[in-house]
């Protein structure tokens, strides 16, 4: 198993940055892929950026590309999620993920282990 605990969340005005950690313990991070995903009050939880197992190949939704990077250092067993230039609407609690596939993937339903979430909220 894989255990992930975030952390970085916080208050932030619109406009600001904020760079989320997963920190992976258990089996060995870089046998997996990690995801990042969100999910606001009375939403669903919604697919945010994807990275392989190297960190060669990324994905990320439209509503984050140019603003949010996603990356890994498999030496520190942590993945990061940079977001830049945040919007009222980033407000949601964000989630690690990791999968066993061999693929990056989008979909909920591949990830295998989730970590707790942490809280992201932008102001006007």
């Known amino acids: 198993q894989v255990q992930l605990v975030e952390s970085g969340g916080g208050l932030v005005q619109a406009g600001g940055s904020l760079r989320l950690s997963c920190a992976a313990s258990g089996r060995t991070f870089g046998n997996y892929v990690m995801g990042w995903f969100r999910q606001a009050p009375g939403k669903e939880r919604e697919f945010v950026a994807t990275i392989s197992q190297s960190g060669g190949r990324t994905f990320s939704a439209d509503s984050v590309k140019g603003r949010f990077t996603i990356s890994r250092d498999n030496a520190k067993n942590t993945g990061y999620l940079q977001m830049n230039s945040l919007k009222v609407e980033d407000t949601a609690v964000y989630y690690c993920?990791?999968?066993?596939?061999?693929?990056?993937?989008?979909?909920?339903?591949?990830?295998?282990?989730w970590g707790q979430g942490t809280q992201v909220t932008v102001s006007s």
């Open positions: 993920a990791a999968s066993q596939i061999s693929y990056i993937s989008s979909r909920l339903s591949t990830y295998d282990y």
